[in-house]
C-alpha cells in the first residue's frame, strides 16, 4: 500500500457482495483499503479489478480467529458474515461465530487502534415484525431457537456488544440495519429473490414463489445502501440506523416484474413459505434522512436493469 497520508479503512468481508462495493466506494473517497475475508461466501472476483491498486490490500483470513493488522488503522467495518438463507442455514455454527467473536475481534482491533467502528446489521432484527413499516425503537419479533435464528440473534448479539462497547470503552461506534439490497457481483445461487428470480428467468426455468407471494419486501440498490453506509460512519450518531428502500412490493409483484423483463412466457410456481419468513418488510428512514440527509436515489426501474444486465454475463440460457 502506498504510504501517502490517507486514511486507512478495513473492511471484514471485503470480498463479499457489498463488502467489495464498499472497498470502491472508500477508494473513490481517497482512503486505504485493507479486505479482510476467508472466502466462505465472498469471493476474489468481486475485487479481481483492484488487483495492483496501491491504496488496497487483500488479507485471507477468518475474522472468528484473533485479528493482527500492523500500521495504522482509521475505520473497522465489520460486514463479514453470511447474508442469506440458504447460507446461513448450510452454515449456522459459522454464522453465529462470526456475529459474535467475529464481532469482538473486529471491536477489539478498532479500540487497540483507536479507530472508529460500525457493524453491518440487518432488518432481521426485526424478525416477523408486528409493527409495519420497522423504525429503529421497534424491539422485534425474532424466534432465537427457529432456523432464522442463528443469523437474527447472531447479529442482535452483535449490536448489543457494539453497544457495549461504546458505552464502557468510549468507542467510536456507528450501527447500519440493512434492509434487501441487491445489484452487481449478488451470488445467482444464494438462495435471496432477486438472483434468484433473475437467475430462473434467464435460464427458461419457472419462477418460484415461497408462499402466496403476498409477503412484502423493499429492495435497495446497492450504491445507494454503499452511500448510507459511508454517511453513516463519518457522521456522529450512534444509534442503529435503518437504510433501505421504502419502496415496498409483494413478492408476486417483483416475480411478475422480472418475468416481463425478461421472459414474459414464463410460469409463476408457489411452493410453501420457509418456517419464520417475514410477512412484510419496510424501512422507516426518517432517522436516515434526519441524522445524515440520506434518502434512495436509483429507482427500482434503473437498479434492476442494471442488474438484469449483470446476471445475462453470467448464465447460459437454456434451449
Known amino acids: 500500500m502506498s504510504s501517502s497520508p490517507k486514511p486507512v479503512s478495513l473492511v471484514t468481508g471485503g470480498a463479499g457482495f457489498l463488502g467489495s462495493h464498499l472497498c470502491d466506494k472508500l477508494l473513490s473517497e481517497g482512503h486505504q483499503v485493507i479486505a479482510i475475508d476467508n472466502l466462505v461466501t465472498g469471493s476474489v472476483d468481486n ?16 475474522v472468528t480467529h484473533y485479528l493482527y493488522i500492523p500500521g495504522e488503522i482509521n475505520y473497522v467495518f465489520h460486514m463479514a458474515s453470511p447474508a442469506s438463507p440458504i447460507d446461513y442455514l448450510e452454515l449456522p455454527i459459522q454464522t453465529m461465530k462470526v456475529g459474535a467473536l467475529g464481532t469482538h475481534n473486529a471491536l477489539g482491533l478498532a479500540r487497540s487502534k483507536g479507530a472508529s467502528f460500525l457493524l453491518a446489521s440487518t432488518s432481521e432484527c426485526y424478525g416477523d415484525p408486528l409493527v409495519h413499516p420497522q423504525s429503529e425503537d421497534y424491539w422485534g419479533n425474532v424466534n432465537p431457537i427457529g432456523p432464522r435464528g442463528v443469523y437474527d440473534e447472531a447479529k442482535r448479539f452483535a449490536e448489543a ?21 441487491y445489484g452487481p457481483r449478488m451470488r445467482l445461487r444464494d438462495g435471496r429473490v432477486v438472483p434468484a428470480f433473475i437467475g430462473q428467468a434467464l435460464t427458461g426455468q419457472p419462477i418460484t414463489v ?26 456522529g450518531f450512534h444509534e442503529p440506523v ?34 419464520d419468513d417475514p410477512k412484510v418488510r419496510q424501512p422507516d428512514i426518517s432517522r436516515a434522512k434526519r441524522e445524515l440527509g440520506w434518502e434512495p436515489k436509483i429507482s427500482f426501474d434503473q437498479g434492476i436493469s442494471e442488474t438484469i444486465t449483470y446476471f445475462r454475463g453470467r448464465v447460459t440460457p437454456t434451449a
Not at 475485487?47 to 477468518?62: C, E, K, S, T
Not at 453497544?163 to 439490497?181: Q, S
Request: charged content about 20%; some cysteine.
Open 161 to 181: 456488544l457494539t453497544m457495549a462497547y461504546h458505552r464502557f470503552h468510549h468507542l467510536n461506534t456507528k450501527i447500519v440495519r440493512i434492509f434487501n439490497t
Open 47 to 62: 475485487i479481481a479489478h483492484l488487483a495492483g491498486n496501491p491504496d488496497f490490500r487483500y488479507i485471507r483470513q477468518d
Open 210 to 235: 415461497f408462499g402466496d407471494g403476498s409477503q412484502t419486501r423493499s429492495f435497495c440498490y446497492v450504491s445507494d445502501l454503499i452511500d448510507g453506509i459511508f454517511r453513516l460512519m463519518m457522521g
Open 242 to 275: 435503518n437504510i433501505g428502500n421504502p419502496h415496498e412490493m409483494t413478492i408476486k409483484q417483483f416475480a411478475e416484474a422480472i418475468r416481463d423483463r425478461i421472459a414474459p412466457g414464463a410460469e409463476i410456481v408457489y411452493r410453501p413459505l420457509p418456517v
